[in-house]
């Protein structure tokens, strides 16, 4: 055995030009196949934790009832979370907020809005809210913070008041004003439209829900804890009004979505990967065609057919191994480069962006499934075409190879 | 003899029209004994959840259809909140907020305070009268007494969002018992039910109002009238905007 793999090592390096060739077009594919996976995998990691941090936490504790109908009625005492797990290890932040809808009003112009009821110092630690602010500053006290196209609908800015109306908990009369604290701008006109934020305990007392929240969103370490921390979780609720839900639950629009494009991502890599297939099968192809003589020679002086098949498939096993590493040798710090400094957009391309709530940059993903699954499925790929040579040799006629 | 009978018979006819009121007169009467010229009173009202309770005590004035006013006692959040009705106008104060609201259409069909009356319960409760036609239906018994029914249709021109209304009315003292709220498409939306009949001011009037929504039959709004005068002198002014925000 130790032979044919000498033999094999000793062949692949007779001929430099052709094994770099080989191998370089395998590296390609997996390059390519790479960084086209990190990319949109990139993507739906910064979606995912944008809008985790934003809406709902990879985690969240509701009443039960809440999630169905969304009503203040359905909201619960904080206090009943004490003594809930909280592995520090696992949870990174945890967020009371209490949500509900309000009317908005500033002289004559009125508006339905959406309170948040937060603790300012939790939501810039989560959502980075401090930095959207784009007029006055991030600080509530008793103040409001409202979005910024919110406050051109109302045209009022900062130090003037807002007046909020609404229904309370359990239907109260829920009526008050606030002194505007500051602007906050969102990319996603929904939100820019509708946000009103008060401090917690401020909006605790406006809609007489005192002691109450609505969601209590935590957000994890990595995604990859979910699971686990969902679990001891509904373990400590079972039997209590409470449920816990993750993300993939309260948002299924965004998982459907991201599967959606996934799958249409899928359609364009095995479009690549056909592209690329050919392209190795061209090079085993040329190999194989040189190499003819050789292998009459090899038979003509009694080396066993399947002997010298062992032989070749050694050799492509060894240049689909270099071309992979090759290949995920290159794409690594180029991939790692974008993920540190996301390619940014700029001009009208930014603005669609925008427009569709994103951030305008290209993110990359170094998760290392992107490099392992690519290489593996290149590896595979090439190997599957390395079966070529290996039925060439099988049908070899010693003298039509030996008069070539 | 012939002319005689008929005389006879005449007079039966006659003596009939008057004995028996017709169903307007009816309706007029009862809303007549429970609203007078003119009132003043107090009175506490109690949302009954399923898991919950929430009282609101509040003051009321009223005279004629046209002008009513109430104020909220209590709970303290709501202290001072009042509401005045003006003709077909309710506008809402808020003390907390320093501003008087028009309530305007839109939120006709709304919650009052959270309860199971809307603000159009408050501003149209008088309308039975003008704004409906009344047909006698049958008579029947309920609690104890010989009572009317009484179909109330809405005039076409009207502004009401009923589409009928089923009111049972006793024929001793004209109390309304039971009213019966339906839609458009004649499915019953409200029942209103009377009770604890007892003296207040001058008169006998049910104390006890139940609001039950035939959607949600295990809520319900209870109004108890606390004291009641019918008849007192309010003037006109009495139920402005002004007025409103001096209240306490």
């Keep these: 055995m130790k032979m044919y793999l000498t033999m094999a090592w000793r062949n692949i390096w007779r001929n430099r030009k052709r094994t770099w060739i080989t191998a370089s077009s395998i590296g390609f594919a997996v390059f390519f196949a790479c960084v086209m996976q990190s990319m949109q995998l990139g993507s739906y990691e910064r979606m995912i934790d944008n809008s985790v941090r934003f809406f709902t936490g990879h985690l969240s504790i509701h009443q039960e009832a809440y999630w169905g109908e969304k009503i203040l009625d359905n909201s619960y005492d904080r206090d009943q979370l004490a003594g809930l797990p909280m592995d520090p290890d696992q949870v990174m932040l945890s967020v009371p907020r209490i949500s509900s809808f309000a009317l908005a009003s500033s002289g004559r112009q009125t508006k339905g809005v959406m309170v948040n009821g937060i603790n300012p110092q939790d939501e810039a630690a989560m959502s980075g809210l401090d930095e959207k602010v784009v007029d006055g500053v991030y600080e509530l006290e008793d103040g409001a913070l409202i979005a910024a196209g919110l406050a051109e609908y109302l045209k009022i800015g900062v130090g003037d008041t807002l007046v909020l109306v609404s229904q309370g908990y359990h239907g109260v009369n829920a009526v008050g004003q606030y002194p505007v604290k500051g602007l906050v701008a969102f990319p996603v006109p929904e939100l820019n439209q509708s946000a009103v934020y008060l401090s917690l305990s401020v909006a605790q007392r406006f809609y007489g829900a005192e002691g109450l929240i609505t969601s209590y969103s935590l957000l994890l370490n990595s995604p990859g804890q979910m699971a686990a921390a969902q679990q001891s979780i509904e373990a400590a609720l079972d039997g209590s009004e409470l449920s816990v839900m993750n993300w993939r639950e309260m948002m299924p629009e965004l998982v459907q979505g991201i599967e959606l494009d996934y799958y249409g991502g899928l359609i364009m890599i095995g479009i690549l990967y056909m592209i690329i297939g050919f392209g190795i099968f061209g090079t085993f192809l040329m190999m194989t065609k040189e190499r003819t003589y050789e292998f009459g020679i090899l038979t003509a002086i009694g080396m066993k057919k399947p002997r010298v098949q062992l032989m070749v498939s050694l050799e492509i096993f060894f240049l689909t191994f270099l071309g992979v590493i090759l290949g995920l040798m290159a794409s690594a710090p180029i991939i790692t480069y974008f993920y540190l400094n996301p390619i940014r957009i700029t001009g009208d391309a930014a603005k669609a962006f925008e427009n569709f709530g994103y951030e305008a940059i290209i993110p990359f993903s170094i998760d290392p499934m992107v490099f392992y699954y690519q290489g593996v499925v290149i590896f595979i790929l090439a190997l599957m075409l390395g079966i070529y040579p290996i039925l060439y040799v099988k049908r070899l006629q010693t003298i039509k190879a030996l008069k070539e | 003899m012939k002319r005689i009978l008929l005389l006879l018979l005449g007079m039966l006819v006659a003596l009939m029209a008057i004995s028996q009121p017709t169903a307007t007169e009816i309706i007029e009467a009862a809303d007549q004994r429970m609203q007078g010229e003119s009132n003043r009173g107090t009175m506490k009202m109690s949302i009954v959840r399923p898991k919950w309770t929430r009282d609101i005590t509040m003051k009321s004035w009223a005279k004629g259809t046209d002008y009513s006013l109430v104020l909220i006692t209590a709970p303290a959040r709501d202290k001072g909140t009042g509401f005045l009705k003006r003709e077909k106008e309710l506008w809402n104060w808020q003390p907390t907020i320093d501003r008087v609201i028009k309530l305007p259409p839109s939120m006709m069909m709304q919650s009052w305070m959270g309860s199971d009356f809307t603000n159009d319960d408050l501003v149209r409760q008088s309308s039975i009268v003008n704004d409906f036609e009344h047909t006698l239906e049958k008579d029947t018994t309920m609690m104890g007494y010989d009572v009317w029914k009484i179909v109330l249709i809405p005039k076409p021109q009207a502004a009401v969002v009923w589409g009928k209304i ?50 949600n039959p295990e809520q319900k709004t209870v109004v108890v009238y606390e004291d009641f005068e019918f008849d007192v002198e309010l003037s006109d002014q009495f139920f402005s905007l002004q007025n409103l925000k001096r209240l306490r």
């Design chain 2, 166 to 215: 089923e009111a049972y009315i006793s024929k001793e003292k004209y109390f309304q018992l039971i009213f019966k709220y339906y839609d458009e498409d004649q499915y019953m939306v409200n029942t209103l039910n009377f009770s604890e009949i007892r003296m207040m001011g001058d008169r006998e009037i049910p104390t006890r109002m139940e609001m039950i929504p035939a959607e």
